[in-house]
């Protein structure tokens, strides 16, 4: 789902600590939003480790046990802002949709996620968590 309007945040110590919804999100949900290739699939990217995935990416890295590196504003601000820790970074903003460069038409102006698929997707990569 597309969002034109992004919800305010504020990034504290590397992190956006608040929820941009207000409730935490679902994991279910977001692992099929990950899983989504008709809608900007972490897997173009980043190898997740979910069974019947053949094909993952190598361009990031991956996100097998990114729920134990990672608090969930820290996600957060990787899928909301990523260029506020690397400016170079090739990941893009999925909830951003101001200053941004290069961005396909059917996108501009506009958000890849809403509030409400972030957090489900923050849901999601909490739940990969190492053994």
């Given at each position: 789902?597309?969002?034109?309007e992004?919800?305010d945040y504020?990034?504290?110590d590397?992190a956006i600590?608040?929820?941009?919804?207000?409730?935490v999100?679902?994991?279910?949900r977001?692992?099929?939003?990950?899983?989504d290739?008709d809608?900007?699939?972490?897997?173009?990217?980043?190898?997740?480790?979910?069974?019947?995935?053949?094909?993952?990416?190598?361009i990031?890295p991956s996100l097998?046990?990114?729920g134990?590196r990672y608090?969930a504003?820290?996600?957060?601000?990787?899928?909301?802002?990523?260029?506020?820790?690397n400016p170079?970074?090739?990941?893009?903003?999925?909830?951003?949709?101001d200053?941004l460069h290069?961005?396909?038409?059917?996108?501009?102006?506009?958000?890849?996620?809403d509030?409400?698929?972030?957090?489900?997707?923050?849901a999601?990569?909490?739940t990969?968590?190492?053994?």
């Open positions: 789902m597309l969002s034109a992004p919800i504020e990034i504290v590397f600590p608040y929820s941009l919804t207000g409730a999100g679902d994991p279910e977001g692992e099929r939003i990950v899983r290739a809608n900007a699939t972490c897997l173009i990217c980043h190898a997740v480790p979910i069974e019947g995935e053949p094909d993952p990416g190598n990031g097998d046990g990114v134990s608090t504003g820290e996600l957060r601000l990787r899928l909301v802002e990523p260029q506020f820790l170079e970074t090739v990941m893009p903003s999925y909830y951003r949709s200053g290069g961005v396909a038409t059917e996108y501009e102006g506009r958000t890849v996620y509030a409400g698929e972030i957090e489900d997707v923050i999601y990569l909490l990969l968590v190492e053994d």
